[in-house]
Structures are given as structure tokens and as C-alpha cells.
């Protein structure tokens, strides 16, 4: 089992900045997937950001270029750096991690959640 703990979310004002940080803990020796989900109020949970084990990223469209993911393998965790924040970025943020290599057993395909941290942008 894997679990997912995210920090970091907040206030912050347009323009402004915020730093969201997820760890993973359990018996892992390596993951071959984390990123960030948000949902709004009323909509689908959508992409923000992942970032492979072996450092490939992928950004949604409407961060690019004003977020940055960032992974430390070693601790097992996954920052997101948010710049540029705009009213359209408030949402819950959940952090997620697929393909778990165990330090004890086979590899596991699931996807894990974290309980998800809120963002709101506004003035």
C-alpha cells in the first residue's frame, strides 16, 4: 500500500505564487509515475501535470509554461511550482502516483490518490 500526502496549498492572489509538495510512503523502492490532478467545483478532474521516474514531463494546456513539476526519486516525492496564478486555477489538487515498484513484492499498475489540498486564486 501506498500513501499519499500533499502540502502546500493556500491562498495566493493573482500573478501571485505557491509551492505544492506530495510524499509517498510505504514500502516502496521506486514509482514509475507521480503527478498532480485538480478538479474545480462542478467539474471533471483534469491533468496539471507527471513527471516519470526517469524525468519525461507532461503539462495540461492550460499550465504550461507558468507551472513546473519537479520529483525527487530518492524521497519518493513530487513538487508542483505554481506561477502566474489565476482565478482559473482554484481547485482541489490531488497528487497521484502510478506503477509502484515494492522493495518486497511484484510491481503494482494502480494508481494512488492523495486527499487533495486546496488552491484558491483570488484577490
Known amino acids: 500500500q501506498v500513501q499519499l500526502v500533499e502540502s502546500g496549498g493556500g491562498l495566493a492572489q493573482p500573478g501571485g505564487s505557491l509551492r505544492l509538495a506530495c510524499a509517498a510512503s510505504?514500502?516502496?523502492?521506486?514509482?514509475?509515475?507521480m503527478g498532480w490532478y485538480r478538479q474545480a467545483p462542478g467539474k471533471q478532474r483534469e491533468l496539471v501535470a507527471v513527471?516519470?521516474?526517469?524525468?519525461?514531463?507532461n503539462y495540461g494546456d492550460s499550465v504550461k509554461g507558468r507551472f513546473t513539476i519537479s520529483r525527487d526519486n530518492a524521497k519518493n516525492s513530487v513538487s508542483l511550482q505554481m506561477n502566474s496564478l489565476n482565478p482559473e486555477d482554484t481547485a482541489v489538487y490531488y497528487c497521484?502516483?502510478?506503477?509502484?515498484?515494492?522493495?518486497?513484492?511484484?510491481?503494482?499498475?494502480?494508481?494512488?490518490w492523495g486527499q487533495g489540498t486546496q488552491v484558491t486564486v483570488s484577490s
Open positions: 513527471i516519470s521516474r526517469t524525468g519525461s514531463r
Open positions: 510505504g514500502r516502496i523502492d521506486n514509482i514509475n509515475v
Open positions: 497521484s502516483a502510478t506503477g509502484i515498484w515494492y522493495t518486497d513484492g511484484p510491481f503494482d499498475n494502480h494508481a494512488y
